[in-house]
């Protein structure tokens, strides 16, 4: 399941409005509407879906609004509930057998899960199944990496765009250097397309870029950790053994429970108490 990320909003946002805090403190309301040039972003936004046109074909073209709404959203899947839930389903099938496990898997909702306790059901041999999830995981591994690679392609060519139209301006603007009046409102039309080609890279696209992969890598993460939980389930490992294999998986400040929070801090006041 996904939730809103609210993060990705509020930092183009935000980025936005230091952009325009800048604009206002040093040339006022008066100098905003100089910062905006229509035909600059009519040469920045065509020229960048005409190049996104060229370098990708229809079918990685129609991915770009799915991918783009990815960047705002976020994985509710926890690490701890994964381990919590393979060891319930240990300690299950160790009571009733692994065909118990059907039923657990109605309260399921994550397919991967599924598919892995199916395989372990089914008597399937642990390297088989560890073979088929891992392809799963290649296989997604790709895809995502297709659909960020427009986003990233779009941060690059946007920068060029600005320098294209930038170009543009400052040839319309040496063929008229007989009115030196107007030399400066024209160069500083000509620059705002770079302005707009390195704002659009640096504020959006690459941004969420990495976004977009820090969210592949934390969902091949979830995925391994899976695969470590479908194995140790159909092989009959030990729930606590298996909750500490897993374990393993977190880091040092989540393997800590609550409990073990609370002794430690008994321990400090004992040990503040003896000096």
Same mark, same amino acid.
């Given at each position: 399941m996904s939730k809103r990320d609210f993060l990705t909003p509020i930092g183009i @946002?935000? /980025? +936005? #409005?230091?952009?325009?805090f800048g604009i206002l403190t040093n040339a006022g309301l008066d100098g905003v509407t100089s910062f905006i040039q229509v035909s600059s972003i009519v040469i920045v936004l065509?020229?960048?879906?005409?190049?996104?046109? &060229?370098? +990708?074909?229809?079918?990685?073209?129609?991915?770009? +609004?799915?991918v783009v709404r990815e960047a705002f959203k976020k994985s509710d899947m926890n690490i701890k509930e994964l381990i919590q839930l393979f060891v319930r389903l240990s300690e299950r099938a160790r009571r009733e057998g692994l065909l118990a496990l059907e039923a657990e898997l109605e309260e399921v909702e994550d397919p991967y899960i599924k598919k892995g306790i199916l395989l372990a059901v089914d008597g399937i041999e642990p390297e088989v199944i560890n073979d088929i999830l891992s392809a799963e995981? @290649?296989?997604?591994?790709?895809?995502h990496y297709k659909g960020r690679t427009i986003i990233e392609k779009a941060g690059e060519f946007a920068p060029a765009w600005g320098m294209i139209g930038t170009l543009i301006?400052?040839?319309?603007?040496?063929?008229?250097?007989?009115? =030196?009046?107007?030399? /400066? =409102?024209?160069?500083?039309?000509?620059?705002l397309t770079t302005l707009y080609g390195t704002l659009l890279a640096n504020l959006v696209f690459l941004p969420m870029a990495g976004k977009l992969a820090n969210k592949t890598d934390e969902e091949i993460f979830a995925k391994q950790v899976i695969i470590e939980? &479908? #194995?140790?389930?159909?092989?009959?490992?030990? =729930?606590?053994?298996?909750?500490?294999?897993?374990?393993? +998986?977190l880091s040092e400040e989540d393997r800590l429970v609550p409990e073990d929070l609370i002794d430690e801090e008994e321990q400090v006041k004992e040990a503040a108490n003896e000096a």
């Open positions: @946002t935000l /980025g +936005f #409005i230091m952009v325009m065509g020229g960048l879906i005409a190049a996104l046109l &060229v370098n +990708f074909n229809v079918n990685e073209v129609k991915l770009t +609004f799915r995981i @290649t296989a997604l591994e790709e895809r301006g400052l040839v319309l603007m040496l063929q008229s250097l007989t009115d =030196p009046e107007t030399l /400066g =409102p024209k160069m500083a039309v000509a620059l939980g &479908v #194995i140790g389930v159909q092989s009959g490992q030990n =729930p606590k053994l298996l909750e500490e294999k897993l374990s393993a +998986f």
